[in-house]
């Protein structure tokens, strides 16, 4: 490999909550490291956050320095060059560039404001780099055409199991082999509450007591009722089984109506409750559900320590599974630097 | 990516056993499609077997007719073009190949004679793809140096967890994290003995089902005095966490003292007993162990319908399994497959 002097490699951060913060924490150690060794100088030239303003600087911004200004309430704005960042969508069409990195909150039933984010960076020859399941599930085939019309990658790593590599697992270890189907514990919270209640808690005890470890949201409905779940399985199956199938087409059932008698009444039989995504080729179609189902004891689904497990049905390698222990933020991070050192070898290779 | 007219790639087989066979059956199919993918075009010019003869064909040898000589009993030697071939070793360093496919029965003490073929054909410019943990284990080192010089890849997917990802994960799918250790079920064998036990049979019953079933060997005593699991755990070591750790070296015990009544035991512990094979660093070193460990009803590692089960701890990414179900000759086959696309890309490239 030539070990020419590193070319920078220019991040806009769109979204500056837990995973863009710690992304930036560890881009100046660890990350960066291992995009130097690729060829590429990470320089992050443009943030973008809700409520800490925005900041553009071509020759880069201090990451410390913006770390301290937003962890201490104060505003992006003191670092910016320039004319006023007007919205995410403004800073996206005017970074000076080479990556988008989108991490903005989702609407999970639109994939908004990601999709238009990832459009508009796509579409003036950046990459995009997303831990958004949103603009997975609802636009994939879509930014994937516009990524290929432009030379450019829109890669997704962080969508679904946190950093544990999915995608990458499939696209880049299982060449030739087509995935048939699959099933997955892909929210945590609903996993979260059912345990709970195996262990004698009320469903609304366990739940808050999700909320207070930081697993479930404040309005925990999306992940309950199974749009999280139906999100991310949309993610996968149009991923790795080149569906394209929408988060309302979903079979979806939540976990709402269960209580302790359902609980009970399953371990009765050996089992547990879980909420399971499914996948399935069904024809030329494939049809995704997600609905609870009773797990029995022993099965790599209901494997203790797990944040989430995926099983691959495949035809050339039959049954694969992944599996992400204790997940975290920093896990999401990975996931950005992952893909951007997918991004790192292919400008080198070029 | 070019779609150009594909070009030959050239294989030699060493090695025409039952994984070798698979593949065999499987390259004029689905292995040949995505090798086409690649722009490499598969042709097997070279098959040296022990019972069965040899044969070499520049044109390339007709496959369906080698298996059916072979199931029959008959001899290769048939299709044969040239001088005899004297030994394997004379057919590697002969051979018209691009690749040699290195599938030899295994001495698993001395890593041989697979080591000595390797050696041939890197020396002589060809990449080597194996199925054999004994090369990874007792030489990788080496041998990954030779192909580095001769500018070509020494590459062994299906050493471990047959053509599971393991290698190819840590690789392709964890740029810049550090792998820290790791624990897994690594031997079958082992885990059918102590899981038969379970189920109320003695330890001679249960090694005797083994047998019918295929998974044991016919002389099982490098399984259940963990030498398998040993060597195993070597090439993992010395190929994910750039160890340089020899078979001898690893603390090693096997299942062979244990009978129904330890198994009892740890069943009464709420856990069962399994042949748990580790490694973690120990300063600048890497000490891999392998033992019977009471592992808890519960974990990962012993999660139902799993022929193998590797948990990676890692610093960027925490912890990642990787997950077999029912595993099979055509697993190892994929994994030849598997390699010989990433030496199609790199081809590619170039």
Not at 15 to 24: D, E, K, L, S
Not at 129 to 139: E, S
Not at 145 to 174: I, K, M, Q, S
Request: hydrophobic fraction near 45%; charged fraction near 25%; charge should be positive.
């Amino acid at each position: 490999m030539s070990r020419a002097a590193p070319r920078p490699l220019r991040l806009a951060l769109a979204g500056f909550g837990n995973v863009g913060r710690t992304f930036a924490e560890l881009l100046p150690g660890p990350y960066g490291r291992a995009l130097r060794a690729e060829g590429a100088a990470p320089v992050v030239t443009a943030i973008f956050t809700n409520r800490h303003g925005a900041a553009i600087d071509p020759r880069g911004l201090p990451l410390r320095r913006a770390l301290r200004l937003v962890r201490a309430g104060g505003s992006l704005d003191a670092l910016h060059r320039g004319p006023p960042v007007a919205s995410a969508l403004d800073l996206v069409r005017r970074a000076p560039a080479d990556v988008l990195v989108e991490l903005t909150p989702l609407a999970p039933t639109t994939g908004e404001p990601a999709i238009s984010l990832a459009r508009a960076a796509l579409g003036r020859g950046l990459h995009v780099v997303t831990a958004n399941k949103g603009p997975v599930a609802h636009a994939r085939a879509r930014l994937a055409r516009l990524a290929a019309r432009n030379g450019v990658r829109f890669l997704h790593e962080g969508a679904v199991l946190d950093g544990t590599p999915v995608f990458n697992l499939v696209e880049r270890c299982l060449p030739g082999a087509r995935i048939l189907g699959f099933r997955g514990l892909l929210n945590s919270t609903t996993t979260r509450v059912l345990a709970g209640m195996e262990a004698g808690a009320s469903f609304e005890a366990a739940l808050a007591d999700a909320q207070r470890a930081g697993v479930a949201e404040a309005d925990p409905r999306h992940d309950l009722e199974g749009w999280d779940a139906a999100v991310k399985a949309c993610a996968l199956a149009n991923a790795l089984m080149g569906a394209d199938v929408r988060p309302a087409a979903v079979e979806r059932r939540g976990i709402t109506g269960l209580g302790p008698e359902d609980v009970r009444a399953a371990r009765g039989r050996g089992a547990v409750l879980r909420l399971v995504a499914r996948a399935r080729r069904d024809g030329r179609a494939v049809r995704v559900s997600v609905g609870p189902e009773e797990v029995a004891d022993g099965d790599v689904l209901v494997s203790r320590g797990a944040d989430g497990v995926l099983v691959l049905e495949t035809d050339l390698m039959r049954e694969i599974g992944i599996w992400e222990g204790a997940g975290g933020v920093d896990q999401t991070a990975y996931a950005i630097l992952s893909d951007l050192v997918a991004i790192a070898r292919g400008r080198r290779r070029r």
